[in-house]
């Protein structure tokens, strides 16, 4: 088993900045790949980033290529996502999400296991 707990959200002007974190306990968390996905009011929870077990195969949706960054840290078992020139359209639920080994982080819901209960994130127009 693996907990997963978010923080880092909040309210946001258009272009700002926001860090999410999703801090892990439980069993080990560097052999697990991570993704962050996002839900708003009304849509099917979507793929955002992933990042596999040692830190490459990113993988990000188009709609956030270039603004958000995902990374990890072992040693802190916690993974990031560095979210930046904010728009309105990233208002949702975060949530962070751990799956199995595989050499490109997956985009799909049922590659992953474990799920956070998500954090706000809300961007003001």
């Known amino acids: 088993q693996v907990q997963l707990v978010e923080s880092g959200g909040g309210l946001v002007q258009t272009g700002g900045s926001l860090r999410l974190s999703c801090a892990a306990s439980?069993?080990?968390?560097?052999?697990?790949?991570m993704g962050w996905f996002r839900q708003a009011p009304g849509k099917e929870r979507a793929f955002v980033a992933a990042?596999?077990?040692?830190?490459?195969?990113?993988n990000y949706a188009d709609s956030v290529k270039g603004r958000f960054t995902i990374t990890r840290d072992d040693a802190k078992n916690t993974v990031y996502l560095q979210m930046s020139s904010l728009k309105p359209e990233d208002t949702a639920v975060y949530y962070c999400?751990?799956?199995?080994?595989?050499?490109?982080?997956?985009?799909?819901?049922?590659?992953?296991?474990?799920w956070g209960q998500g954090t706000q994130v809300t961007v003001s127009s």
């Open positions: 999400a751990a799956g199995p080994q595989k050499l490109r982080a997956g985009a799909m819901r049922y590659e992953y296991d474990y």
């Open positions: 439980g069993r080990t968390f560097s052999s697990y790949n």
């Open positions: 990042i596999n077990w040692y830190g490459a195969g990113l």
